[in-house]
């Protein structure tokens, strides 16, 4: 007997999901196979809602689908060219909103950003840049923090204070001003106690907590990325269930 | 006046022709002449315009990444500033030997860059000049032309520079602004897979490379009036060779020639290049003026790239190579060649060179696998010298304890040419210019001179021949009065 003919179902872009109460859109979707573009969700933290990049539709209103609990029959937008084209401008607005020179950048071909707006098809930034000036920290023996890329998503904010237990990060300022802090007097990262085995060390999507003195030694062609797109890798990441049925099918 | 038509004793009074914008690599220069009432040329000047900043903007970074970084300096020869970088970031983390595996590997990635960058500039960029003529119909000046009349030559050029990039890409990871050379070694090996492909073809790389020296060598003993005295001038040589004297272009000591091809100063570790070599700056251009220390701006600038290189070794490590340079040698009957149009015959003997050395770099299964990195004691300087296809390339940092950037200084093979090119084009311009009517065909005679040098500047938009180009002439008011302009099709119209 499927186990899946016992589990409530919702509709996303046609097609049923299956779903446990309790988990949301997002998890739902990404446990069954199906890609929603993200960006500051984590399978290993509570949903943060705050990028917006995956956004999705339910009879008419637009929801976080990281935060949107999964309800029986809900009937679920995603991959429509409107909702699409809302996520590409998202993206482009966070490429211009800080500074993004991929082509030197040690975490191109990691990067989440860059993969996100590769999938998405976003070729340019289009919108005007803002070229703010964010001093990089690079007081730390170990690690480099390069604030220039920050997307202000939170994952090191959760993670230091979750799993580390230490709360080196924080944001501080509001609207535009908002901007990634170290918890230390001085506002150096020298002097906290973050260290290199901290979970805060490899959540960042983007390049702005790095290790030092070992950017580009994994060569082209063995990166993250260069296997294959984020759409599909994401999917790894979520515990699998059956394949869902196709509306209407037995 | 230290130079011959470099400032006019009264440039108020005389008309102004302007050629702007030269390309420079992703970026521009200009060329003034100013002419007196009977348009006799009494001042030229090579201008590089633009402010390129990068010994600016790669301050406050962290030093691992500036190989990568200081690529996007240019789009035609960015491996030969990768790997500068990289030799100087070699200091930097104390790795004074990198492993056999990783100089093998770096120089396998430098001799595509050479080859690549050759064959483009011979067969691209100059062949449309040489195999037309210097002022032959615009519309065919171009390697579209070279391919409708001599589609046998203009073949082999194109795979000849895709050979040399997919040796890049195997040893870099991509055709332009790979990653392969980090601090202290490479990040990568050639597999076998990779090593069987580049072999296959590697044998009919050196054929077409010794008949890309036969072709350059041909078109000069054809028209040798013309092209021993064209923008021909004569001048020090500077370039790397190996300890032993070898033409080396990955590494080695510096080594300077006069004139007459006596040594002023060899075996000089590059470690303080300053010691022996300092700028000038000249209120009319960005470009500084290089110069021998010890024989002041006047007598001590130089030229570097394939004309000195070829000329200050004293052999050449491979053989077909070497035959051609002693070939070329003997050409100069005992006295050093310092015609401007020489150039494209040295370049292709080190073509040549580069195609030999890859194929046995190929052979050697060093590039299979060894060590990758080695690191010692951290130092606070590094310096970085290679011969890139223009010349020497001269990358020097400081790196603070935070391990980032706070000083960098680079002189770029074009830099290093300055006065060379400025001497040359005044010898066009005295010659094809003066008291004549300004046409595009002679026009294109200061390019050709500039071309030969194979600069940065004709990388960019002259990638087809068509570089656009606007002549001014404007009296003594600074009103203009003519002017003919060159769009980036090719197509001259009235002002």
Redesign the interface.
Request: hydrophobic share 35%; glycine share 16%.
């Given at each position: 007997m499927n186990v899946d003919l016992q589990r409530p179902v919702f509709v996303l872009d046609g097609v049923d999901v299956p779903f446990t109460t309790g988990q949301t859109v997002m998890q739902a979707a990404l446990a069954a196979g199906h890609y929603i573009p993200h960006l500051c969700y984590h399978p290993e933290f509570k949903p943060h809602g705050s990028c917006k990049v995956c956004t999705v539709r339910v009879n008419g209103q637009t929801f976080a689908s990281c935060t949107l609990p999964a309800q029986p029959g809900m009937e679920v937008e995603s991959n429509t060219d409107e909702l699409n084209d809302k996520r590409r401008t998202l993206v482009q607005m966070l490429f211009v909103e800080g500074n993004h020179f991929c082509?030197?950048?040690?975490k191109s071909g990691n990067c989440l950003l860059q993969a996100v707006a590769y999938d998405l098809g976003v070729m340019s930034a289009e919108l005007d840049h803002l070229f703010p000036n964010r001093?990089?920290d690079?007081?730390h023996p170990d690690v480099?923090l390069e604030f220039n890329r920050c997307i202000l998503c939170e994952l090191c904010i959760r993670a230091s204070a979750e799993i580390d237990g230490k709360s080196v990060f924080a944001l501080s300022g509001r609207g535009i001003t908002k901007h990634l802090i170290v918890n230390a007097e001085s506002g150096r990262l020298a002097d906290t106690d973050i260290a290199l085995t901290d979970k805060a060390m490899e959540v960042c999507p983007v390049g702005v907590i790095l290790p030092?003195?070992?950017?580009?030694?994994?060569?082209?062609?063995?990166r993250r990325f260069d296997a294959s797109p984020i759409s599909a890798q994401a999917l790894e990441d979520a515990p699998r269930t059956p394949a869902p049925r196709a509306r209407g099918q037995a | 006046m230290p130079f011959e038509l470099e400032t006019a004793a009264n440039p108020g009074s005389l008309r102004r022709v302007v050629i702007e914008p030269v390309t420079r690599v992703e970026g521009h220069g200009k060329v003034t002449i100013l002419l007196d009432n009977d348009d006799h040329v009494q001042q030229v000047r090579l201008h590089i315009v633009e402010f390129r900043g990068f010994e600016k903007f790669v301050q406050g970074r962290p030093y691992w990444e500036v190989p990568v970084m200081v690529q996007r300096l240019c789009g035609i020869c960015p491996v030969s500033h990768h790997l500068a970088a990289a030799k100087a970031m070699d200091q930097i983390v104390g790795a004074h030997h990198v492993s056999p595996t990783a100089d093998k590997i770096r120089r396998l990635m430098h001799y595509g860059q050479i080859l690549q960058s050759h064959a483009l500039h011979f067969f691209h960029l100059s062949s449309p000049d040489l195999l037309f003529g210097f002022d032959s119909d615009v519309a065919k000046r171009n390697i579209v032309g070279v391919a409708a009349e001599h589609p046998e030559i203009a073949t082999q050029g194109v795979l000849l520079r895709k050979y040399g990039q997919e040796v890049i890409r195997v040893t870099a990871g991509k055709r332009v602004h790979g990653t392969g050379a980090i601090p202290g070694g490479v990040n990568k090996v050639v597999t076998v897979a990779e090593r069987d492909e580049l072999l296959a073809d590697a044998y009919q790389v050196v054929a077409w490379s010794r008949a890309a020296v036969h072709l350059a060598k041909k078109l000069h003993l054809a028209n040798v009036g013309l092209y021993n005295s064209f923008g021909a001038f004569r001048s020090n040589m500077l370039s790397l060779v190996a300890a032993d004297g070898a033409m080396d272009l990955y590494h080695g000591v510096l080594r300077a020639r006069d004139d007459a091809g006596r040594i002023i100063f060899d075996g000089v570790n590059y470690d303080r290049y300053w010691d022996q070599l300092t700028e000038e700056v000249k209120p009319w251009s960005y470009m500084k003026f290089p110069f021998i220390r010890s024989l002041g701006p006047e007598a001590g600038w130089y030229k570097v790239g394939p004309l000195a290189r070829v000329q200050n070794c004293d052999h050449i490590p491979t053989p077909l190579a070497d035959a051609e340079r002693r070939e070329f040698i003997d050409f100069g009957g005992g006295q050093p060649i310092h015609a401007t149009l020489a150039f494209h015959w040295a370049r292709m003997i080190e073509m040549l060179f580069a195609a030999e050395s890859i194929k046995d770099l190929l052979h050697d299964d060093d590039i299979l696998g060894g060590e990758l990195v080695t690191t010692g004691e951290r130092q606070e300087r590094g310096v970085g010298v290679i011969e890139a296809p223009r010349g020497t390339l001269i990358h020097h940092y400081r790196v603070n304890e935070d391990d980032q950037i706070v000083r960098a200084n680079l002189i770029v093979s074009t830099t290093h040419n300055n006065q060379a090119m400025n001497e040359s084009i005044r010898q066009v311009a005295k010659r094809y210019l003066d008291g004549r009517q300004l046409t595009e065909g002679l026009l294109n005679h200061i390019e050709v001179a500039i071309r030969a040098f194979d600069p940065c500047l004709s990388c960019a938009t002259h990638a087809l021949g068509k570089m656009p180009l606007v002549v001014e002439l404007v009296d003594a008011g600074g009103e203009r009065i003519d002017a003919v302009v060159r769009n980036g099709d090719g197509v001259c119209v009235g002002g």
């Open positions: 082509p030197g950048c040690e001093p990089i690079a007081s480099l030092k003195r070992v950017g580009f030694r994994v060569p082209i062609g063995q | -």
